[in-house]
Structures are given as C-alpha cells and as structure tokens.
C-alpha cells in the first residue's frame, strides 16, 4: 500500500519563485487494486511517481510505503550503456537485495536476448536494450509497479507480451499507471483518479474519471 498524506512537491523558478506541482495530495493507492492516475501532459504525472519511488523528494507532506515500490517503468537512469546486461542485472539485483540466478533466469526469458546480454547495452539495438530495461525491472520481484505513461519500449509484440504479462500477474504485484491515455489506462486498471492543477480527485468508476479527464484535456491538446 502507497500512502500520501498533505503531499507537496515544488520548484524555484527562474525568477526564484516558487511553483507547486501538486499540493495536498491524500490518497492511498491499495495493494491488488491497479489504478491510473489521468493527467494532461505538463500536470505533474512524472512527478508524481518519482515522489512516490523515490527519484524524487517531496517539499512537504509524508509518504508511507508498505511493500517494495518500483522506479517507473521507462526511468533508464538505473541503467548503464557502458555495461552488459549481466552486469547491469547484478548491480541491480544488488542494490535492491534480490537473487540474482533467480532474476538472470527470468530476465533472459522474458526479453529472449539470449548472448545479447553478454554485450555492452550500447553495443545492441534500441529495441533489444529496451526489452533488458523493462525485463530487469520485472525480474527484481517490485510490490509495486510504476508506469509512466505507457508501455512504450520494445516492439509492439514485446508491448503487447508485457501487458499481458502483467494482467496474468495481478495477484503478485499491484500496478499504480499514470497516464494521458484513458483508454489505455482501462485495459490495465480498475480505478482511476485525475490530477490537475496540483489536486487529485478519485473516481469510484474508471470511466466516470475518463469522461473527467477527457472534458478537462480539451484545453490541452
């Protein structure tokens, strides 16, 4: 379970004034219930989960966490060109204290590199480093799952692999999406919230928040 509590996160601008992304934010993101967060592009959704995984440092307010959180999905930084895939693998399953036989195993098979993982990532194709990328994160066994956005790394079969993926896993991880897209939010989530201008307001029924959403965008896009 995530929890925020008078959540705020800010940042000076370039005159030295100070300019909210969000503020007050009370929410509690259950465990078993993947929900969306709707936000126009330029609302603050990438904020708001590297806040909640820690990428990021709240201005004010507390965040509780129970259960491993994920960095978001398409975060790269964790990630080094100059090394392999078993290399990155193992810092990684260092860092976050997972097995790594256990995690190489799973990664290997999901992204189907095969001697590709023995390759510095900047040796390898976009679309191969993508797949490590998105199969490493899945391998380190996270409570919590972020995406920004969407699924947007690999090709449209490996998409496709990973949402499924995903669904089939629902009893084991709990997905928390922030998104433009409502449509693609509703494949994926039972709830649904909206953030904009800094407040998040929740929706008993995803498609009451996507019509919230959609009335809102207008002005966006």
Request: glycine share 6%; proline share 2%; net charge positive.
């Amino acid at each position: 379970m995530i929890t925020l509590e008078n959540a705020g996160k800010a940042y000076r601008d370039r005159r030295n004034g100070i300019q909210w992304v969000f503020q007050n934010l009370n929410a509690v993101f259950h465990d078993g219930d993947n929900h969306a967060v709707l936000a126009p592009r330029g609302q603050g959704k990438t904020t708001l989960l590297n806040v909640i995984c820690g990428n990021d440092t709240l201005s004010q307010g507390e965040i509780h966490r129970r259960g491993r959180v994920s960095y978001p999905m398409d975060f790269r930084a964790n990630i080094s060109q100059k090394l392999t895939g078993r290399q990155n693998l193992r810092f990684l399953t260092d860092i976050y204290g997972r097995n790594y036989p256990e995690a190489l195993d799973f990664c290997a098979a999901f992204s189907a590199m095969d001697r590709q993982l023995d390759l510095p990532l900047k040796n390898i194709q976009n679309q191969a480093r993508a797949r490590f990328a998105v199969s490493a994160l899945l391998s380190l066994g996270f409570n919590h799952i972020l995406i920004d956005d969407t699924i947007s790394l690999g090709d449209q079969k490996f998409r496709r692999k990973c949402m499924n993926y995903i669904i089939d896993n629902s009893d084991k991880f709990t997905v928390l999406l922030a998104t433009s897209d409502p449509d693609y939010a509703a494949k994926m989530c039972k709830s649904a919230s909206v953030l904009h201008q800094g407040k998040l307001t929740f929706f008993d029924d995803l498609n009451d928040a996507a019509k919230a959403f959609n009335e809102i965008n207008k002005v966006y896009v």
